[in-house]
């Protein structure tokens, strides 16, 4: 039922740093764990971090120490700070509900039209 607007993507350098948004279009205070996605081009979707609703985080091995995720104070938002950017982090980065925080937990099917992020020299 929740519809997600993500933004702050773009062209960034390797080494550089961005931050996206995400916006719902319904408080978050209800949804118990809120998730960050990407897909390459050519690629399937995968999961890169995600925050429960008392603040908990978990993050791909793939992001881990670079990635931070933030669900801001009117949780109705989250954001992903995005640092040491490499080449392999360009993809459309979507954010979304998930069922748990566990592996193997799923998204629900509200995806947004995600933001585009490109790393290159």
């Known amino acids: 039922q929740v519809q997600f607007v993500e933004s702050g993507g773009g062209l960034v350098q390797p080494g550089g740093s961005l931050r996206l948004h995400c916006s719902a279009s319904?408080?978050?205070?209800?949804?118990?764990?809120m998730a960050w996605y990407r897909q390459g081009s050519g690629k399937q979707r995968e999961y890169i971090a995600s925050?429960?609703?008392?603040?908990?985080?978990d993050y791909a091995d793939s992001v881990k120490g670079r990635f931070t995720i933030y669900r801001d104070s009117a949780k109705n938002a989250i954001d992903l700070q995005m640092d040491s950017l490499t080449p392999e982090d360009t993809a459309v980065y979507y954010c979304?509900?998930?069922?748990?925080?566990?592996?193997?937990?799923?998204?629900?099917?509200?995806w947004g039209q995600g933001t585009q992020v490109t790393v290159s020299s």
């Open positions: 319904e408080s978050l205070s209800s949804i118990y764990v």
């Open positions: 925050i429960t609703s008392f603040g908990i985080t």
């Open positions: 979304n509900a998930r069922s748990g925080i566990r592996k193997g937990s799923r998204p629900t099917e509200s």
